[in-house]
């Protein structure tokens, strides 16, 4: 599984933003999704993550209500939509893909960058 991550780029806070994740293979639609970011500095840590069949969707408190994590299996996509966004969510994002909810994630995209400025 190859995943393309895309759609970053320089934001004002208050704007949005909607990364988009594209895999190539043909197991991705019975894979868990997952985003995750890491700002200069910082360790990476998660933002949200999906099921295979779009349920069990959860987010980390610091994007809860901001950020929508969906996925297009037809279109072998994951996307996160970021709204009211701030400043503290610039970071380079990335998507990474696993075979369960229970297993760790094994294939991951380049990232994209997302810039906030206040």
């Known amino acids: 599984v190859q995943l393309q991550a895309s759609g970053g780029g320089l934001v004002q806070a208050g704007g949005s933003l909607r990364l988009s994740c594209a895999a190539s293979?043909?197991?991705?639609?019975?894979?868990?999704l997952g985003w995750f970011r890491q700002a200069p500095g910082k360790e990476r840590e998660f933002v949200a993550r999906i099921r295979w069949n779009g349920g069990g969707i959860y987010y980390a408190e610091y994007v809860k209500g901001r950020f929508t994590i969906s996925r297009d299996n037809a279109k072998n996509t994951v996307y996160l939509q970021m709204n009211s966004l701030k400043a503290e969510d610039t970071a380079v994002y990335y998507c990474g893909a696993r075979y369960s909810e229970n297993a760790r994630y094994e294939y991951w995209g380049q990232g994209t960058l997302v810039t906030v400025s206040s």
């Open positions: 293979g043909r197991t991705f639609s019975s894979m868990a």
